[in-house]
Each structure stands twice: as structure tokens, then as C-alpha cells.
């Protein structure tokens, strides 16, 4: 149920105003090597960054990775899914690599990036409890 709802995150999580993300994936259909996520993600009021991601690897119902990609930052995130007693328990790992000019503001990126990815976690985590 947690890869499933990973797989095709765009249709399940948060609204574009309370989670300050707009996705798109192409090619529409089951989730893929090579599928393709088109976010774009809300900086400020009126002012949106596009991020786009491809999936690198896929392992159902284990492991959904991804590299993405913007104007300011590279990285790669991948979700790992491991079953328990009590139901799963889901890890984020997620590298980002800022463009060469970023590199000073480093933590003040980092600071302001953490609380959106505990969001997006939660945001997961409540289409989850509400879908189950």
C-alpha cells in the first residue's frame, strides 16, 4: 500500500496550497525506470520552482529511487520500505547537491528545506492512514 501510494504520489498527496507542491508524471500509467515526475514547488507566494525527477530504480514493494533536478540544486532521493510488526516503516534518503553559486548558503538551505521534506513525509503518512 506504501509503494503503491509512492508510485503514484501526484494523486494522493496534499493540495497545492497546504503542501506548496504541484506534481505532474508522465508517462501516465504504472510507475517505471525512467518515469518521470514534473513538480512544481512554491519558494513564496507568487514565485514556484519547476524540479523534475526520473526514476533510477524500482523495487516493489521495497524501493523507489530517483534523481531530480532544478535550476539551483541536483540530487537523488530514494525511499526504502521495510515491513514490521505493526504495519512498515518507511526511510527518505535524500542527497541534494546545490549549483556552485548556492555552496555559501548551504545550511540556510538545508534549514529551510527540512521542515517541507517532515511535511511531505506527513503529508505521506496521513494519505496512508486515511486510504487504510
Known amino acids: ?4 501510494l509512492l508510485a503514484d504520489v501526484q494523486d494522493h498527496v496534499g493540495a497545492p496550497a497546504r503542501s506548496g507542491v504541484r506534481t505532474g508524471k508522465s508517462p501516465s500509467g504504472p510507475t517505471t525506470e525512467g518515469t518521470r515526475w514534473h513538480e512544481r514547488v512554491r519558494l513564496a507566494p507568487g514565485w514556484w520552482m519547476p524540479v523534475d525527477s526520473v526514476v533510477t530504480a524500482i523495487e516493489d514493494p521495497d524501493l523507489l529511487a530517483m534523481d531530480f533536478r532544478s ?7 530514494d525511499y526504502r520500505i521495510e515491513s514490521t510488526p505493526q504495519g512498515c516503516l518507511l526511510r527518505q534518503h535524500v542527497v541534494l547537491r546545490s549549483r556552485r553559486l548556492l555552496r555559501p548558503w548551504s545550511a540556510r538551505v538545508d534549514a529551510r528545506l527540512r521542515p517541507r521534506l517532515l511535511d511531505r513525509l ?3 503518512r496521513d494519505a496512508i492512514e486515511r486510504s487504510g
Open 1 to 4: 500500500m506504501v509503494f503503491a
Open 71 to 77: 535550476a539551483w540544486f541536483t540530487g537523488h532521493v
Open 122 to 124: 506527513a503529508d505521506i
